[in-house]
Each structure stands twice: as C-alpha cells, then as structure tokens.
C-alpha cells in the first residue's frame, strides 16, 4: 500500500509569492491534517480535512488556507510568503477523524528567500 | 502554553543500553499518546502508541509507561542500536472526535557504536 505523498518536495519561493503544496493520502483514508515543522517552534498543527470539510484550524495566519477534494487529496496555499514561512510542510492522513493511527508524508521542504 | 513538555532535547547511549524519553502532559482531554521517530529528510513515523487504560505497551524493544494520575508517559528504547539515532517526538491527541495532535518538541537521539 502506497503511503502519504506530498509535492513538491522541495520549494524555493522568495517573499510576497504564493505557494500551493499537494498531499495524496493513503487509499482509503479519509481524514488529511496539516503540520509545520520548524527548528524553533516544532511540530505545529494547521488544519485538518474531512469530507471535503475543514473540521479544525491551528493558531495560523489567515495567509494560510487549505483545501480537500473529493477524493481526500489535500492543498495547502500560503499566500504573501515570509521569511517565517520557511518550514517543512508535513501531511498526515488517517482513516477518520481521530480514527486510526495518523500517517505522515516526507513533507515539503519550502524556503522563502 | 506548552501542552506537552518532554525531555530531554538530546541524549547519547551507548550500543546496547536502554534509552529513556519523558513526556508531561497538561491537559486531561488527552486520550490518546503516540510516540514518533523521525530520520533526517523524511516526515515522522509513528513507532507506538498508547491510551491511557493500560500502563504500559510494548513492541520489541519500544516500551511506552504511562501514568495517567501523574500525567506523564515515557518511551524507553532497549538495546538502543545505532539505526536508533533519530529524533523522537512525544505527542497526544483529545477526546474531541478531531485527529488533531499535539507534539513535544522533540529528543535527538544518538546511539553510539
């Protein structure tokens, strides 16, 4: 069974820019949330996605938004990029919400220059 | 506000030894504690996980020990090998139907030949 994917994997974007990251959960899965992960601050969440749904939202900017498809498939964009912005960009999926063990991707290494 | 601390940031065990990793928690809506591993370039891998009905759960040699009255979980790592060498994050979830986590900061790990 193929695992989470995410693209790209790696991004370089310089300020003002938008981005759009992509995340294919696993088969069956249902559920996709959102991290970002930085030296200083961790693993944060930023939203999580059900049914097309977004059913929970991080302390985020409202740069940041997301979206679900019919076929679970996730995008995150982030607009006006900062130089904060610079993270890796992780997806996990799970069955439900708060069902099942959460599956993570390799994530997107994004730098904003 | 930190919800879960864990400690330390980093350790070093020599091959063969057991590798000990604590996590506190504050928040008793918290129902369910999963342990990540994460190698260098690659998104966290769930290792093991617990609710807070059992004490302890083991899998080879990953060992989680609960204590729900003190609120703190830990992982212990026996026969720490050097593929051990990762960071490992501590991390909960609520009883809120959301499959939002909340993660430690994280332990490097170095397990030395």
């Known amino acids: 069974k193929a695992g989470v994917t995410q693209t790209p994997r790696y991004l370089i974007k310089t300020r003002g820019q938008q981005v759009t990251l992509s995340c294919s959960p696993i088969s069956g899965h249902r559920s996709v949330s959102w991290y970002q992960q930085t030296p200083g601050q961790g693993l944060q969440f930023l939203f999580e996605?059900?049914?097309?749904?977004?059913?929970n939202k991080g302390n985020f900017p409202g740069r940041f938004s997301g979206r679900q498809f019919s076929n679970s498939r996730s995008e995150m964009n982030v607009s006006t990029l900062e130089l904060g912005d610079s993270a890796l960009y992780l997806c996990?999926?799970?069955?439900?919400?708060?069902?099942?063990?959460?599956?993570f991707g390799p994530g997107t290494r994004l730098t904003v220059l | 506000q930190q919800q879960v601390k864990q400690s330390p940031q980093s350790l070093i065990v020599q091959k063969g030894g057991i590798s000990i990793i604590n996590c506190a928690y504050e928040?008793?809506?918290?129902?369910?504690f999963p342990w990540y591993q994460q190698f260098p370039g690659k998104g966290p891998a769930l290792l093991i996980a617990?609710?807070?009905?059992?004490s302890e759960k083991k899998e080879g040699r990953f060992t989680i020990s609960f204590n729900k009255s003190a609120k703190q979980f830990s992982l212990h790592i026996m026969d720490s090998q050097p593929g051990d060498s990762a960071t490992y994050f501590c991390a909960a979830r609520q009883d809120s139907g959301y499959s939002t986590l909340t993660f430690g900061k994280g332990t490097m790990l170095l397990v030395s030949p």
């Open positions: 996605y059900f049914s097309e749904t977004q059913r």
């Open positions: 617990i609710r807070p009905d059992v």
């Open positions: 928040n008793t809506a918290f129902d369910y």
């Open positions: 996990a999926s799970s069955l439900g919400p708060a069902e099942g063990e959460q599956f």
